[in-house]
């Protein structure tokens, strides 16, 4: 048995200016992996295709694994990239095999197309109409119908934060490899649940999560409700089901029914109401007293791993502007300040125009530095593995980092975009976050994977940037109307 294995990963934030390169897919290198790297890089990992791999190993099949590239999510990704990702996979299947794994994201629009797995999944089919075709996509997928056209199985992550990526290969690998004769349903509600709400460790997609995988222990091959990614502007942006049964087409579009009728029902509970920055800091500062456990100052409108710069400093600003002390922040990236700290060396005192390198055009703001000051407390390369539970094992890259101390917060200053979900991004930086008053995080909902623990509060706070929660700041023409929340139900 001859297996193609891929990973062509991005969530794409329409709305953001950050560039989509084929080097943002690399992780620091010039191309993504290829070939045997690629076994090298995800075997023993927790991830959807590390499961891709022990499966063709525990089967005996020989495997070729054409390309592995996994962007942080950002603006399209750019065409040229596109092509030479999708290139080398339609390459190897069109070269003969029994079946195509595919760990994707769901949410990857290109310059080109406003469907990248959809167009992956077209090019595959016209070479190998046949091909059992397993795919295993993330909760934020933004479901095209091509894709629940073309596919043979698709699993979705029931986690968020994501820390079932490696089961979630496995559902979808074992569905194609078994003798199962998968029968696929898919279908929407005109929704587009809000980020802040959609954790799979609240109401109401706990429930849903949780009745997904009670169908699949009651015999389904794979049941996924995706809540999908709303900073999209494409017409399929929100929320969408899958359900794969073992060669019942009519009981899988039941159950996917169901999932969305969950979701439907629930739709008031997906929408998040915004509280005043002002607010939170005051909140924060009467919360900090005292305080053992840190409190969690969540910079939500400027999540990288939801396509946000990473550098806006309203938030920042405003914990310097409150006093708040014995803070640590993750992280502003700004490769220049980088420089800048590591020119001047461990130890100096400098002063410097921090963040605020980008503007966001789409949402009509300019990007504004702030003038911070404080000694530089260490330098290094930013290379760390991931602890888990998220992503486990993983090598991640923050690229050249250093922490910019200003006596009551210690900065995290980064070059590549990281969201800090693993406490090895702060060991990596000689930070301590547990023992921290309070610790500023550029996440939403992924921070409580390996952070949530030894939080002793959460406090949103709104920013600047294009994650931004209030959706009366985003202009979507081209998403499909009415949908809820944009229109009423
Ligand atoms: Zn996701």
Redesign the pocket.
């Known amino acids: 048995m001859r297996l193609v294995i891929a990973q062509m990963k991005h ?1 794409t934030n329409t709305f953001s200016p950050v560039p989509t390169p084929l080097a943002r897919f690399a992780r620091g290198a010039a191309q993504p992996l290829e070939g045997a790297a690629v076994r090298d890089a995800f075997k023993g990992t927790g991830t959807a295709i590390g499961a891709f791999i022990d499966l063709a190993d525990q089967a005996g099949a020989e495997a070729v694994y054409p390309v592995a590239g996994n962007a942080a999510p950002s603006a399209p990704v750019d065409t040229a990239a596109f092509e030479a990702m999708a290139g080398l996979i339609v390459d190897a299947v069109a070269r003969g095999c029994d079946a195509v794994l595919l760990d994707l ?1 769901g ?1 990857m629009v290109t310059r080109t197309h406003d469907d990248g797995e959809g167009e992956l999944l077209e090019r595959i089919r016209r070479v190998a109409p046949e091909v059992p075709i397993g795919v295993a996509l ?3 997928t933004n479901l095209f119908p091509a894709m629940g056209q073309l596919a043979t199985v698709i699993a979705g ?1 029931q986690t ?1 934060p ?1 820390v079932d990526m490696y089961e979630t290969g496995l559902r979808a690998g074992k569905a194609i490899l078994s003798n199962a004769k998968p029968a696929l349903a898919f279908g929407y509600r005109p929704m587009l649940p809000h980020v802040m709400r959609q954790s799979s460790l609240d109401s109401p997609n706990k429930e849903i999560q949780a009745r997904a995988k009670e169908m699949e222990k009651q015999g389904a091959l794979a049941a996924s409700f995706f809540v999908g ?1 709303p900073h999209a502007d494409i017409p399929y942006a929100g929320s969408s089901a899958v359900v794969v049964t073992d060669g019942d087409a009519a009981k899988a579009q039941a159950l996917c029914d169901e999932l969305l009728g969950m979701a439907w029902d629930a739709r008031e509970q997906f929408v998040y109401r915004v509280e005043p920055l002002a607010q939170s800091l005051r909140r924060a500062k009467d919360m900090g007293a005292g305080s053992l456990r840190p409190v969690v100052l969540l910079d939500h409108y400027d999540n990288c ?1 939801s396509g946000g710069t990473m550098d806006t400093m309203a938030v920042l600003g405003g914990i310097l502007d409150a006093g708040l002390e014995e803070a640590a922040a993750f992280a502003i990236c700004d490769p220049q300040a980088v420089e800048q700290m590591k020119r001047a060396g461990v130890g100096a005192r400098v002063t410097l125009a921090l963040g605020g390198k980008m503007d966001m055009p789409a949402i009509g703001l300019t990007g504004r530095p702030r003038e911070v000051t404080g000694n530089v407390r260490r330098i290094c390369s930013g290379l760390y593995r991931n602890e888990g539970p998220m992503a486990r094992g993983e090598l991640a890259d923050m690229g050249p980092a250093a922490v910019l101390d200003t006596g009551k917060v210690e900065i995290a200053v980064i070059s590549r975009h990281v969201e800090p979900h693993d406490i090895a991004a702060f060991r990596a930086l000689g930070i301590e976050p547990e023992k921290k008053r309070y610790l500023m995080l550029k996440s939403r909902v ?1 921070w409580r994977a390996g952070l949530g623990p030894m939080a002793r509060a959460v406090i949103e706070c709104a920013g600047e940037g294009v994650c931004t929660s209030d959706y009366s700041k985003l202009k979507f023409r081209r998403v499909r109307r009415p949908i809820f929340p944009l229109d009423p139900a």
């Open positions: 969530e994201h949410a993330d909760m934020h992550y968020y994501h990614f791993a992924h």
